[in-house]
């Protein structure tokens, strides 16, 4: 195998959770080379940046960069409002950890990225199945960035096919889990919950919790992270 | 007229430069409490974040915020990278002053302030006739993005009728000026030129600089910042 610096560049959102780290593994197997992108937009739980820079690590990227936003300072989330708390229920409707334009930005940026790079492909680990409800987790909403990124730069007037890869979008949480599983992604480096304690530690009632339990336990698999699994 | 604050509220991209400043005049006229908003991106010109805080606090804004995101370090850009000469004269195709996806980034920085503000309006200085030819300034990238807030967002979801202002795209640069001036904006405010001297003086070479002097001649009047002009 080539090494990962030789092979087609991807940049790859990677947050630190479930998600991203079997999207990484996904890119990899595809034969990318990938360039990891975290976004430090003011998450509550910090946790999450080492839990990206493990997963990256691990994962043998290219290269990992963590760029700072501070999209916190704006409110209007609970994953970036210290005081208003993550609900502990499922409640209807899109709930009140969807953080505005989140994916929108994470894109951008990543879109930056990828045409400093000369890189047509990019890859997210949106999923509407078992998902928060979030609107730009939907496939219209992906589509509709893909149309955006090739309008939008130089790289996608000049050469065409920039493409905004979403492996999982319509993937079951299990199914996401069974692949990351197959491809060797080592789900104990990753954190899901919007509130973890101490260590990173997950709180178990959160929404991100609950679906990656049913995830799990719909995988039959154990999760590493939960305490008393085996590790 | 009421306050500002109680008006319907827009977020407007101020980035120093003289269209931005038209268009916080523009979404002012139309009746908005304007949240003007200044990405920090690596530019080389810090006079440029000096020049959109003088714009933003002369033209009596709700609020102006600065967001710090570091795109200089993905390269790309004469405009970030202090080694790449900026252009003294014409070139073909998109110059080397192009910055990967700026105008993705800000709108969706921006995208993500309009939702926690509960703002279905954005405002942005695209111009599509006096420009220096980059993607990101072109009436179908403004619409695609338009389309994206829309399928992007809690807001556009929901509400629906999110809209990406760019009253200026169709404008030549000497009505941009004609119609600053007639709604009171004071140039001598804003910076255009791509590599200002020490306080901030144009360099009169520049895309940026024969853009500006081009629609000044054009609309038959003086610049305020061309040393020797009447002020």
Same mark, same amino acid.
């Given at each position: 195998?080539?090494?990962? =610096?030789?092979?087609?560049?991807? !940049?790859?959102?990677? /947050?630190?959770? +479930? *998600?991203? $780290?079997?999207?990484?593994?996904? &890119?990899?197997?595809?034969?990318?080379?990938?360039?990891?992108?975290?976004?430090?937009?003011?998450?509550?739980?910090?946790?999450?940046?080492?839990?990206?820079?493990?997963? =990256?690590?691990?994962?043998?990227? !290219?290269?990992?960069? /963590?760029?700072? +936003? *501070?999209? $916190?300072?704006?409110?209007?989330? &609970?994953?970036?409002?210290?005081?208003?708390?993550?609900?502990?229920?499922?409640?209807?409707?899109?709930?009140?950890?969807?953080?505005?334009?989140?994916?929108?930005?994470?894109?951008?940026?990543?879109?930056?990225?990828?045409?400093?790079?000369?890189? +047509? *492909?990019?890859?997210?680990?949106?999923?509407?199945?078992?998902?928060?409800?979030?609107?730009?987790?939907?496939?219209?909403?992906?589509?509709?960035?893909?149309?955006?990124?090739?309008?939008?730069?130089?790289?996608?007037?000049?050469?065409?096919?920039?493409?905004?890869?979403?492996?999982?979008?319509?993937?079951?949480?299990?199914?996401?889990?069974?692949?990351?599983?197959?491809?060797?992604?080592?789900?104990?480096?990753?954190?899901?919950?919007?509130?973890?304690?101490?260590?990173?530690?997950?709180?178990?009632?959160?929404?991100?919790?609950?679906?990656?339990?049913?995830?799990?336990?719909?995988?039959?698999?154990?999760?590493?992270?939960?305490?008393?699994?085996?590790?």
């Amino acid at each position: 195998m080539s090494a990962a =610096a030789d092979r087609r560049p991807a !940049v790859v959102l990677v /947050s630190g959770g +479930l *998600d991203s $780290a079997t999207v990484l593994a996904i &890119a990899a197997e595809r034969g990318f080379g990938c360039y990891a992108l975290t976004v430090d937009y003011g998450q509550r739980h910090r946790q999450e940046l080492a839990a990206a820079r493990r997963v =990256a690590r691990t994962a043998g990227v !290219v290269e990992h960069r /963590s760029v700072s +936003l *501070d999209l $916190a300072q704006f409110g209007g989330s &609970a994953l970036t409002d210290p005081r208003a708390p993550v609900p502990e229920q499922p409640t209807a409707g899109i709930p009140v950890t969807y953080v505005p334009a989140r994916n929108t930005v994470f894109l951008a940026v990543a879109l930056s990225w990828a045409e400093a790079l000369g890189a +047509l *492909d990019i890859f997210i680990g949106a999923n509407a199945v078992d998902y928060s409800g979030y609107p730009d987790c939907r496939p219209e909403y992906v589509a509709a960035f893909e149309k955006l990124a090739n309008l939008a730069t130089r790289i996608g007037v000049e050469q065409g096919g920039l493409s905004i890869h979403a492996p999982l979008i319509h993937m079951r949480k299990a199914q996401i889990i069974q692949q990351g599983v197959r491809l060797g992604v080592d789900y104990a480096l990753t954190l899901s919950c919007y509130q973890p304690k101490g260590e990173g530690e997950p709180c178990g009632v959160c929404d991100a919790c609950r679906l990656r339990a049913k995830g799990f336990a719909e995988a039959g698999l154990r999760d590493p992270l939960v305490v008393g699994a085996t590790r």
